[in-house]
């Protein structure tokens, strides 16, 4: 099993230092997230060849690997001219998680919920012209349902991607998101099964607590989503619950501690995320 880090709270630090900072926090893997200088969110990646040569010296140099590639594009989305924008902003990343030696990409569905059989038409457009070259790639792809996009609920992101019938994508289940999904970490998983490669950990509140009213916005009936990406313990997702449910269906996969609550204490929450997962992995 990989245990890795998502470093956007230090998304800031350069990236040929970030190996080593990654070292010193105790870590041995990265899932390299969205950052202005590789992967920027929904534009082409802007990192070069040598720039990839470079950071995997320092990976190397530092005992750390990319477990990961996170990228971001709206390649779901309902506009069309974005979508094949989109096509190609991927094409490239998929490069270069090749060019990195890493044979894994995390992503979202990235439609939009009031679209949504529109945004589904758009997603299997471009994973007919993307898919073939993951295949060919050799590389998988891990998607997890998302708050606000047209693949909510975890059993549905599931059904999608049984779908595609392709081994090379997979379901990734994101802790945080527990409660936009339905709920269910235990059905979830369970329904996933082997297709459950890779989890997501951080905490969060259960935004339907409280009849609803667990967070006020304006105006009434508004349809943001709201959740967080916190410390284990500090919010409400049922830990125990989801490594026996994970444990039951033999997960061997790659967890990513995905906390972006607290830049101004990132180290420490880090280090503190490290230890309490190694703790419920030693408990289940």
């Given amino acids: 099993m990989k245990i890795a880090i998502d470093p956007n709270m230090f998304r800031f630090t350069p990236l040929l230092e970030l190996p080593k900072l990654v070292a010193e926090l105790g870590y041995e893997w990265i899932e390299l997230s969205p950052r202005e200088d590789v992967l920027p969110f929904f534009r082409h990646p802007r990192i070069d060849d040598e720039t990839l040569r470079r950071f995997r010296r320092e990976l190397d140099a530092a005992g750390v690997g ?3 590639v996170l990228p971001l594009y709206r390649w779901s989305g309902p506009d069309e ?3 094949e924008a989109a096509v190609r902003y991927w094409k490239r990343a998929i490069e270069v998680t090749s060019l990195l030696g890493v044979d ?3 992503s ?8 949504s059989s529109r945004s589904e038409g758009k997603f299997f457009k471009s994973m007919e012209e993307l898919l073939p070259i993951f295949e060919r790639e050799g590389i998988a792809l891990k998607l997890e349902p998302h708050p606000d996009d047209f693949v909510e609920d975890g059993h549905v992101a599931v059904d999608m991607i049984r779908g595609i019938n392709s081994p090379n994508v997979q379901f990734l289940y994101c802790a945080p998101h527990t409660f936009h999904m339905g709920n269910d970490a235990p059905g979830i998983v369970r329904h996933a099964g082997d297709l459950l ?3 997501h950990l951080a905490d969060s509140f259960d935004h339907t607590a409280s009849s609803g009213l667990r967070y006020i916005v304006n105006p009434p009936g ?6 967080q990406h916190l410390d284990i313990g500090q919010g409400e997702v049922d830990w125990d619950e989801l490594f026996d449910s994970l444990r039951e269906i033999g997960f061997d996969g790659t ?4 906390v972006f609550a607290w830049e101004d204490r990132a180290r420490e929450s880090s280090t503190y995320m490290r230890e309490k997962t190694a703790e419920y992995l030693a408990k289940w």
Wanted: charged content about 25%.
């Fill in 104 to 106: 894994a990409m995390v």
């Fill in 222 to 227: 508004s349809p943001v989503r709201v959740h």
């Fill in 197 to 199: 490669t890779h989890v």
């Fill in 66 to 68: 990319i477990s990961s």
């Fill in 108 to 115: 979202e569905f990235n439609g939009r919920p009031e679209e």
């Fill in 255 to 258: 967890m990513t501690v995905a």
């Fill in 81 to 83: 001219e974005e979508r």
